[in-house]
């Protein structure tokens, strides 16, 4: 049983039935009827690809990890992002297809191709290290595209992330008002945007308070692993040029750091206070509870799903959209303040 058998059965055309399925307006009650009733007596149930091809909308959206990832579904932040987005953009009736990008760095195949061929209705494109050139394919064509984290330049695209500026400036901010001086980094020595923002905005707010920027005191990690913010802090205390205070870009990095410290004696953090980023679920239960920012995954996710659909449905010009981040003090960074400034 299929469209063309309803159709003959009756005594319509293909695209009346079409119309039928997809609730147009412009077919008589009677015939809606009649056709209805066949569809019940046959046990006919139009298949996603027939209200595809009459619609021209799939009711799908891609989901795209661009780059070599360190932004995977395992990854703290962006499983949260992705939640928030699945139930607001399950609700406004769209399912998500998951595209991989395992093959790209082997093979000829672009983004922009397979979306034609599953006929997204736009995408939410997630960043990664090193973002493949196919990415600004998909950009630049007419399908609607919001990107997490990753600034997208076609005219039918907008993007959303945290304002890592200001992440950056509040920490320092509170670390001078707890009366450290002396404050170093711990980032990443890849291309990555986020983390480069939140560095250079670290460097801004140093200047802005009076306080020495000393290159020993900016230490670089190859990754984003716990196990990387471990090796880095050892090679760090073995340098012998720790400052009192350090601002780690990602939570991982920081509870690595805060592990290797003690484990060379120092204490967390009367004698190195330690500020992390994300705020993942696991930063309440280090030893001392890390000191984070907060970022608004919900708000991030809810935003997104409600922006792609209304540029779906050319009901908005986009633009970006910063989301503000909260400061999370707990124990790392000291508790009275006579602990701050020994």
């Not at 992002?81 to 699945?86: G, H, T």
């Amino acid at each position: 049983m299929n469209i063309k058998t309803i159709a003959a059965m009756a005594g319509v055309s293909i695209a009346t039935v079409s119309k039928i399925i997809n609730n147009y307006s412009d077919v008589g009650e009677e015939t809606r009827q009649r056709v209805l009733k066949i569809m019940e007596e046959t046990g006919y149930k139009p298949s996603s690809s027939a209200k595809t091809l009459a619609t021209k909308k799939s009711s799908l959206i891609g989901v795209v990890f661009a780059g070599k990832l360190n932004s995977d579904l395992d990854h703290p932040i962006f499983v949260k992002v992705l939640n928030s987005f699945k139930k607001q953009i399950g609700l406004l009736g769209y399912d998500l297809l998951f595209f991989s990008n395992e093959t790209f760095f082997q093979t000829k195949e672009d983004y922009l191709a397979r979306c034609r061929h599953f006929q997204v209705d736009g995408c939410i494109v997630i960043a990664g290290d090193n973002v493949e050139p196919s990415i600004d394919d998909l950009a630049r064509s007419d399908i609607p595209c919001i990107g997490i984290d990753i600034a997208l330049g076609g005219s039918n695209t907008t993007y959303l992330m945290s304002d890592n500026a200001k992440i950056a400036a509040k920490v320092v901010e509170h670390l001078y008002m707890c009366g450290y001086r002396e404050l170093g980094l711990l980032g990443i020595d890849r291309n990555s945007g986020v983390t480069l923002i939140r560095e250079n905005s670290f460097r801004d707010a140093l200047r802005s308070f009076g306080l020495p920027l000393k290159p020993e005191w900016f230490v670089h990690s190859p990754g984003y692993e716990k196990e990387c913010g471990y090796r880095a802090m050892k090679e760090w205390i073995a340098a012998g040029s720790l400052p009192r205070a350090l601002f780690a870009v990602t939570d991982l990095l920081a509870m690595g750091a805060m592990e290797a410290a003690k484990e060379h004696g120092l204490r967390v953090p009367q004698d190195l206070a330690i500020v992390g980023c994300d705020d993942i679920d696991a930063a309440t239960f280090t030893d001392p509870p890390l000191t984070t920012v907060r970022q608004d995954t919900e708000k991030i996710g809810r935003l997104a799903a409600l922006m792609l659909f209304d540029m779906i449905n050319n009901q908005i010009d986009p633009s970006a959209i910063v989301v503000e981040s909260e400061l999370i003090v707990r124990g790392s960074c000291g508790g009275a303040r006579s602990d701050r400034m020994a």
